[in-house]
């Protein structure tokens, strides 16, 4: 978890504005610094991939004062862009080995827990409660209510939080979907684990979800189009 201070004090550093921690706080008090502060968190979002670490923030920050406050540039960034294409991929397989590993601990816990079940493809399984209509067919058209989260608790999407079902053919999803689905019945809620192979594979769902990383779905089918 970033601090909170910490997290003012890199939207203002990447406007130019690097202010000490307690300063930054008292920003927020201002609808102004409030906007300054979100568009900040978007450009850390895009940044995400490349787990810069703190002396890394460092030279990034001076180099995004630079080109914000028109100053000169300290070289010809244009030659630089296979360099930054270099390290995006370094730290993405860098951190999806880091993520396979921590998995199959995970993976291993949860199919121990009582009524989970493990399928061939990996797919953990847990029927939250029964159904009593139809399952859907791989080539069905469903409509659910879903919460999506990885390992660590963090939702990365939900209709619930959009207040509305989703609706999609099983077929379209990623392939946990597609399986963990057809064990249900229509008026059922289940939850499904998914390994990384079935769900975005090494490279991810940038900058949301990190490469081979476990997704954890609870899904209330609501009806099914065949």
Same mark, same amino acid.
């Given at each position: 978890?970033?601090? %909170? @201070?910490?997290?003012?004090?890199?939207?203002?550093?990447?406007?130019?504005?690097?202010?000490?921690?307690?300063?930054?706080?008292?920003? *927020?008090?201002?609808?102004?610094?409030?906007?300054?502060?979100?568009? !900040?968190?978007?450009?850390?979002?895009?940044? %995400?991939?490349? +787990? *810069?670490?703190?002396?890394?923030?460092?030279?990034?920050?001076? !180099?995004?004062? @630079?080109?914000?406050?028109?100053?000169? *540039?300290?070289? @010809?960034?244009?030659?630089?862009?296979?360099?930054?294409?270099?390290?995006?991929?370094?730290?993405?397989?860098?951190?999806?080995? %880091?993520?396979?590993?921590?998995?199959?601990?995970?993976?291993?816990?949860?199919?121990?827990?009582?009524?989970?079940?493990?399928?061939?493809?990996?797919?953990?399984?847990?029927?939250?409660?029964? !159904?009593?209509?139809?399952?859907?067919?791989?080539?069905?058209?469903?409509?659910?209510?879903?919460?999506?989260?990885?390992?660590?608790?963090?939702?990365? @999407?939900? +209709?619930?939080?959009? !207040?509305? $079902?989703?609706?999609?053919?099983?077929?379209?999803?990623?392939?946990?979907?597609?399986?963990?689905?057809?064990?249900?019945?229509?008026?059922?809620?289940? %939850?499904?684990?998914?390994?990384?192979?079935?769900?975005?594979?090494?490279?991810?769902?940038?900058?949301?979800? $990190?490469?081979?990383?476990? *997704? +954890?779905?609870?899904?209330?089918?609501? +009806?099914?189009? $065949?």
């Amino acid at each position: 978890m970033i601090l %909170r @201070d910490t997290r003012c004090a890199l939207a203002l550093a990447a406007l130019g504005l690097f202010a000490a921690p307690a300063a930054a706080e008292e920003a *927020l008090d201002s609808e102004r610094d409030r906007t300054l502060y979100s568009l !900040g968190a978007y450009i850390g979002l895009s940044m %995400r991939p490349y +787990s *810069l670490t703190a002396s890394e923030l460092e030279v990034f920050y001076q !180099g995004m004062r @630079d080109q914000i406050t028109g100053a000169e *540039l300290a070289l @010809d960034i244009a030659e630089y862009q296979p360099q930054i294409r270099a390290l995006q991929d370094e730290r993405r397989v860098a951190a999806a080995a %880091r993520e396979a590993a921590a998995a199959k601990v995970y993976l291993d816990a949860v199919a121990a827990e009582e009524g989970v079940v493990r399928l061939e493809s990996g797919l953990l399984y847990d029927e939250l409660e029964a !159904g009593d209509g139809d399952s859907p067919m791989a080539t069905s058209t469903v409509r659910v209510h879903y919460r999506g989260t990885l390992r660590d608790g963090t939702e990365f @999407d939900s +209709s619930f939080s959009r !207040g509305q $079902p989703s609706e999609f053919p099983l077929n379209r999803v990623i392939a946990c979907w597609t399986e963990g689905l057809q064990q249900m019945k229509v008026g059922g809620k289940a %939850r499904l684990v998914c390994p990384g192979e079935i769900g975005y594979g090494p490279n991810g769902s940038p900058p949301n979800i $990190p490469g081979n990383a476990v *997704l +954890s779905f609870e899904i209330e089918l609501l +009806s099914v189009t $065949p």
